[in-house]
T-cell receptor
Framework: QKEVEQNSGPLSVPEGAIASLNCTYSDRGSQSFFWYRQYSGKSPELIMSIYSNGDKEDGRFTAQLNKASQYVSLLIRDSQPSDSATYLCAVIKVGGGNKLTFGTGTQLKVEL | SAVISQKPSRDICQRGTSLTIQCQVDSQVTMMFWYRQQPGQSLTLIATANQGSEATYESGFVIDKFPISRPNLTFSTLTVSNMSPEDSSIYLC????????????FGPGTRLLVL
């Protein structure tokens, strides 16, 4: 079992729709969770961080964390073509310092 | 956040040679890391660059192949030694100021092609 799992996609959604990206992790002691966006040929940029169970909203983005089920998700409302990118889920495990463990990423395509 | 620069931004190298990649941050940071992203894949941590001491390498990565220096709190280098085509990747440095909730920010990356 991979430490951090994501569906590779591509996930295609129409413009204006809600895109839902999911991530599961294997280490129950994981404590910090991040979503990064990576455009083709560019480096990852942070979208959201979440540390506690529940929802965290920032503009069109909402991160959801459920530690009991060991999953974290990212919702993108009113999806735009500019949201088309690969979304990387990353986790810091307990005792892992600041070391990030990344999932393989989900490619999102927002279609006109 | 932090402003991070990497040099070179890209390079094409011959098999058997070595390349040193530089990472410079605009302010002092506690943590610096080096990652590799092979074509079509996600990021894999190579090592944590420790200021004033030897880097901490992840499983599968060794100092002889990827020597790392970190002379101060704003600068680090990664050398890819005795390169082969399998080393063709994007190499990224990232920084964090410390603490379990501290976000990591990534540099622009160095795109390496080994022929």
């Amino acid at each position: 079992q991979k430490e951090v799992e994501q569906n590779s996609g591509p996930l295609s959604v129409p413009e204006g729709a809600i895109a839902s990206l999911n991530c599961t992790y294997s280490d129950r002691g994981s404590q910090s969770f991040f979503w990064y966006r990576q455009y083709s040929g560019k480096s990852p940029e942070l979208i959201m961080s979440i540390y506690s169970n529940g929802d965290k909203e920032d503009g069109r983005f909402t991160a959801q964390l459920n530690k009991a089920s060991q999953y974290v998700s990212l919702l993108i409302r009113d999806s735009q073509p500019s949201d088309s990118a690969t979304y990387l889920c990353a986790v810091i495990k307990v005792g892992g310092g600041n070391k990030l463990t990344f999932g393989t990423g989900t490619q999102l395509k927002v279609e006109l | 956040s932090a402003v991070i620069s990497q040099k070179p931004s890209r390079d094409i190298c011959q098999r058997g040679t070595s390349l040193t990649i530089q990472c410079q941050v605009d302010s002092q940071v506690t943590m610096m890391f080096w990652y590799r992203q092979q074509p079509g894949q996600s990021l894999t941590l190579i090592a944590t660059a420790n200021q004033g001491s030897e880097a901490t390498y992840e499983s599968g990565f060794v100092i002889d192949k990827f020597p790392i220096s970190r002379p101060n709190l704003t600068f680090s280098t990664l050398t890819v030694s005795n390169m082969s085509p399998e080393d063709s990747s994007i190499y990224l440095c990232s920084v964090a100021r410390g603490g379990a909730k501290e976000t990591q920010y990534f540099g622009p990356g160095t795109r390496l092609l080994v022929l």
